[in-house]
């Protein structure tokens, strides 16, 4: 759903580390979590290329797909449920229950959610 | 589906993509006098430097040319009084900002009004873990200010990166850096062998390790990098001396990212001063996208037309993209030229000579030269 480019323009090899900061009290699939992106993460339109990237200190992240809208929607307010059902209701009939928690965890697994 | 239009064999030269980042070079003065400077021997003095107001219409002109990231470096920024400023114009122009600082002069209350502006992160300086060594390496005692300037960072809640240069005078303390990065509370640490530009050039002979201290840095790296896997992040930015290996320098010549300098000269790579002359174009005369897609100094070696032999032929070219410019004309005064670098380029015996030298007991005797006080 994501692909990951570097500030050097060369694609960034997936992260399979799982930050400390992750597991207090939020395991996998865990539908009561708040998502909200950490500070040090910027989500943006790019109006210069028409793409919606997350920008990190030393990392661009370009957004494919619904990741923006995702992303957009981890607020820090919504919890897993929330988001899922706001997004059934603009996607009827998309796998939204199956895949969205799984892409929340992976993103908090690179350090981008708390 | 319609297939991409395939370029015209000649004509107009297609507008390359946009750069994704900005190094602004705000000041070249510095409370430290670091042996490995990268910085050119000439420094900008502090009354050609650009006034905030000149760096808010860069950072205007980035934005609209595509820039997202920007590392706000010297020099020390925080020797500018406007620095608050500074930031707060390259936030309204939508770009992030990390602070690239040797953390001497960051105070609380500075800390504070540098976040309000829009600072989203700080990459702090680390000679040593060792005081007095470290005093040694930078040329001034600054170890108690970094120490501060991590605890204030991390109160503020920005994330917090080390940047460590690597010579024969600290590869050996690899481990103990790691360690200070843990206790630091920092995201992340960059462990940078010199790279041999400007001051360091001058102090080649001084920092240039033993092949053998070099890998033993490099296996503790990967021994650390896999213990501490999420919980800091371990970079390794290799020495390319020793390795013979070209880098995939600034991710190729004006394709990703551009350096302004403090007299507001715009630079393909923070090194290319030298190479460029009075052909580096400046902000204060033209226009940041012409100078990006149009200058001669920005087109000279971007792509591939440019290369020689070896290169031109070499399945590296697209990886490595022919090594740095900057190097080859450092060493060989001919900036086209396969960089030294490089095991396979004609000019490679330069180097080879300059690291057999290292492997003599007698390479460790020889001492710094410091740039002069408030240089």
Redesign the interface.
């Known amino acids: 759903m994501t692909d990951l480019v570097r500030p050097d323009g060369r694609p960034q090899g997936r992260s399979d580390r799982c930050p400390g900061r992750c597991s207090a009290g939020h395991p996998d699939g865990h539908l009561d979590w708040r998502p909200a992106r950490a500070r040090s993460v910027t989500l943006r339109h790019d109006r210069v290329r028409g793409l919606d990237l997350l920008v990190l200190p030393e990392r661009v992240v370009v957004l494919r797909g619904a990741a923006a809208s995702i992303l957009a929607l981890c607020d820090g307010e919504r919890d897993v449920r929330a988001i899922v059902a706001e997004l059934e209701r603009r996607h009827p009939g998309a796998p939204v229950a199956d895949e969205v928690p799984v892409f929340l965890d992976r993103l908090r697994h690179e350090g981008w959610l708390r | 589906m319609t297939p991409p239009t395939p370029p015209p064999a000649a004509g107009p030269r297609p507008a390359p993509?946009?750069p994704?980042?900005l190094l602004a070079e705000l000041t070249h003065g510095c409370p430290l006098r670091c042996a490995y400077c990268s910085n050119p021997r000439e420094l900008v003095r502090r009354d050609a430097e650009l006034t905030a107001e000149e760096w808010a219409e860069v950072f205007r002109q980035a934005g609209?040319?595509?820039v997202?990231?920007s590392h706000l470096s010297g020099g020390e920024p925080l020797l500018r009084r406007d620095l608050t400023g500074i930031v707060a114009a390259a936030d309204r122009a939508?770009i992030?900002t990390?602070l690239v600082t040797s953390g001497v002069g960051l105070h609380e209350d500075r800390l504070a009004a540098l976040v309000d502006a829009g600072l989203?992160?700080v990459?702090l300086s680390v000679q040593h873990t060792d005081p007095r060594r470290a005093e040694h390496i930078a040329g001034a005692r600054a170890s108690g200010a970094k120490e501060r300037a991590a605890r204030l960072v991390r109160a503020a809640?920005?994330?917090l990166?080390l940047n460590v240069v690597l010579h024969r005078a600290n590869l050996d303390a690899v481990d103990a850096l790691v360690d200070l990065a843990l206790t630091w509370g920092a995201?992340?640490i960059e462990l940078a062998n010199t790279q041999f530009y400007g001051w360091a050039l001058r102090n080649r002979d001084a920092l240039l390790p033993h092949p053998d201290q070099v890998a033993r840095a490099r296996r503790a790296v990967e021994r650390r990098r896999a213990e501490l896997?999420?919980?800091l992040e371990l970079v390794w930015v290799a020495p390319d001396y020793v390795d013979a290996t070209a880098k995939?320098c600034?991710?190729g010549w004006g394709?990703?990212?551009l350096t302004v300098a403090p007299d507001g000269t715009v630079l393909p790579c923070p090194a290319a001063a030298d190479l460029l002359g009075d052909a580096a174009p400046n902000v204060r005369e033209r226009r940041l996208a012409w100078i990006w897609r149009e200058s001669e100094a920005f087109t000279r070696y971007r792509g591939e037309a440019w290369m020689p032999d070896p290169c031109r032929s070499c399945a590296l070219r697209s990886v490595d993209f022919g090594g740095c410019r900057c190097q080859a004309y450092a060493l060989t005064g001919d900036a086209a030229r396969t960089d030294p670098a490089c095991r396979h380029a004609p000019d490679h015996g330069l180097v080879r000579a300059l690291v057999d030298a290292a492997r003599s007991p007698a390479a460790a005797a020889g001492g710094y030269a410091y740039r002069e006080e408030g240089a």
């Open positions: 993509d946009p994704w980042a609209d040319l595509g997202v990231q939508g992030h990390q989203r992160s990459q809640g920005l994330p990166g995201d992340r896997a999420g919980r995939p600034m991710g394709a990703v990212s």
